[in-house]
């Protein structure tokens, strides 16, 4: 390396590049497959449309890593090591939509909202420095915190079993199914004599479902779980560091050995595909949708903001506001990107921020070659197939641990950032915000009232303590939220 040549532009010898871009990959990977995975099964996709989700979520994930860390144009990317991923930020709103729209009119309906949320990203970006005074990190620690918390309902029905569908707790009783039936089929012979019966008349589930909480899938779960925390523990460097990857690794070999896993559509599935845009049809978009997704672009890039702070702190690069645009910039096309290629808003992966400051490595281009891999994976039909034959028990496992450091970053923000002691408004702020993140979760029914157009909006805890925690923070405190609160935040979280 020459004297002139910055350390985050050093070129290494492709071995190396490639050993250590596939380091990132790995830290990554968990976290990147499980968005898809969720958002796939909420909608109740077809199995090869959930692997074309994680697929295409691979690709477009190794596209925006190129463009976020090599750099296109003075405009668009940060040029620092920076891996881009899907960001957890987005899962509760896409959810709410799902729900309320499976299918794949739910899939365009989330689509349309992410593409139109990736537009205005990229027009918010040059004025996100001036948004930073409303986002301290009681703000940013009391939103991570909803996040993880959030989430972590997703691990548990892994584990468990799904509210609703064929792993519900309560199914309906076959005999009150065939009773029903034959007075129908009597309605109908009687020539009207007897009532037909009232159309929408169902039965309540009222029978034990014996696939919720089977006790061989929560063993499994438990074995997953189990091996991720001895892998933290006694594993050292790189081991440690992909510890959820490996616990799922684990299970799944479990699993094919008991017969719970199925590898049909593996193989079936091709070693070649290209990633085609609209693979659902043409988005829809619905404008009450759209700002709900934009709310959750405005918190990605304030994260994003932290973390490039932060970073560029890590590797001796200073982030001029030109620079910090263009990162920001790049969230944004990320997410227009994502929402072209069927998958979803993108944010820079603080996990492998953290990799950075363990491996001491700050070469920009390792995560170039990572990009380059996550390409190659992504259009590998095989490899998303594989993914999605993987039984939600065994995720659930790794759910509880991935969704859990989330909720656990929050805290960690709160505490070493935050003043509790001197300043006991904070403690009304995170309080009364944590308590507005937990009404969806708690009374899923409290908009029922409430016009249907605004329901996406508002059954988001996230975007609900979002907006309560800026609000208060704004009344108790005023604005006073700098860069370098935001780069401490960074910091702690990543560390």
């Known amino acids: 390396m020459s004297e002139q040549t910055h350390p985050v532009d050093e070129i290494l010898p492709v071995p190396k590049l490639f050993t250590l871009g596939l380091q990132h990959v790995l830290v990554m990977y968990a976290g990147a497959i499980a968005v898809p995975l969720i958002i796939g099964r909420v909608l109740k996709l077809e199995p090869q449309d959930v692997a074309f989700l994680i697929s295409a979520d691979l690709f477009v994930c190794g596209v925006v890593t190129l463009i976020q860390s090599f750099g296109v144009t003075r405009w668009f990317g940060i040029q620092l090591p920076v891996m881009m991923g899907v960001t957890f930020a987005s899962v509760g709103p896409m959810i709410s939509i799902g729900l309320a729209n499976p299918g794949v009119d739910g899939a365009r309906m989330i689509f349309g909202a992410i593409i139109g949320a990736g537009i205005v990203a990229m027009l918010l970006a040059p004025l996100m420095s001036k948004m930073l005074r409303f986002f301290p990190p009681v703000v940013t620690g009391t939103i991570i915190l909803v996040i993880g918390v959030t989430l972590m309902r997703i691990g548990i029905n892994w584990i468990f079993g799904l509210p609703l569908g064929p792993t519900a707790p309560k199914t309906v009783n076959p005999e009150h199914a065939e009773w029903l039936k034959q007075v129908g089929d009597l309605a109908a012979a009687s020539g009207g004599t007897i009532p037909a019966v009232p159309q929408g008349l169902g039965l309540a589930p009222s029978v034990s479902n014996p696939l919720y909480a089977a006790p061989g899938n929560i063993l499994?779960?438990?074995?997953?779980?189990?091996?991720?925390?001895?892998?933290?523990?006694?594993?050292?460097?790189?081991?440690?560091?992909?510890?959820?990857?490996?616990?799922?690794?684990?299970?799944?070999?479990?699993?094919?050995?008991?017969?719970?896993?199925?590898?049909?559509?593996?193989?079936?599935?091709?070693?070649?595909?290209?990633?085609?845009?609209?693979?659902?049809?043409?988005?829809?978009?619905?404008?009450?949708m759209i700002v709900t997704m934009v709310l959750v672009m405005i918190v990605v890039m304030i994260e994003s903001t932290g973390m490039f702070l932060a970073l560029g702190d890590m590797t001796g690069r200073k982030v001029t506001p030109d620079r910090l645009s263009a990162g920001l910039r790049t969230d944004g096309l990320g997410t227009l990107i994502g929402g072209l290629f069927n998958t979803f808003p993108y944010t820079s992966f603080s996990q492998n921020v953290g990799l950075v400051g363990v491996t001491g490595i700050k070469s920009r281009y390792i995560c170039v070659a990572g990009g380059l891999i996550l390409i190659v994976l992504g259009l590998v039909p095989k490899m998303g197939a594989l993914v999605e034959a993987l039984p939600t028990t065994v995720l659930g496992g790794a759910g509880l641990v991935m969704f859990g450091m989330v909720a656990a970053t929050g805290i960690r923000i709160l505490a070493s950032g935050v003043d509790f002691a001197q300043n006991r408004h904070n403690l009304f702020i995170v309080a009364v915000s944590l308590g507005f993140g937990m009404i969806p979760l708690v009374a899923p029914d409290f908009k029922m009232w409430m016009p249907r157009a605004i329901h996406p909006l508002i059954d988001s805890g996230i975007l609900l303590a979002t907006i309560s925690a800026v609000a208060l923070n704004a009344f108790f405190n005023g604005a006073s939220g700098t860069a370098d609160d935001l780069q401490r935040a960074a910091a702690v979280a990543d560390h």
């Not at 081991?239 to 616990?247: K, R």
């Not at 896993?261 to 619905?286: C, E, Q, R, Y």
């Open 220 to 288: 499994i779960s438990f074995i997953v779980l189990a091996s991720i925390l001895a892998i933290a523990k006694f594993g050292k460097g790189f081991v440690a560091n992909i510890a959820v990857l490996l616990g799922i690794v684990i299970g799944g070999v479990l699993a094919a050995a008991l017969g719970m896993m199925h590898f049909d559509k593996v193989g079936s599935a091709g070693w070649f595909a290209l990633i085609t845009p609209f693979h659902f049809g043409a988005p829809i978009f619905n404008p009450v």
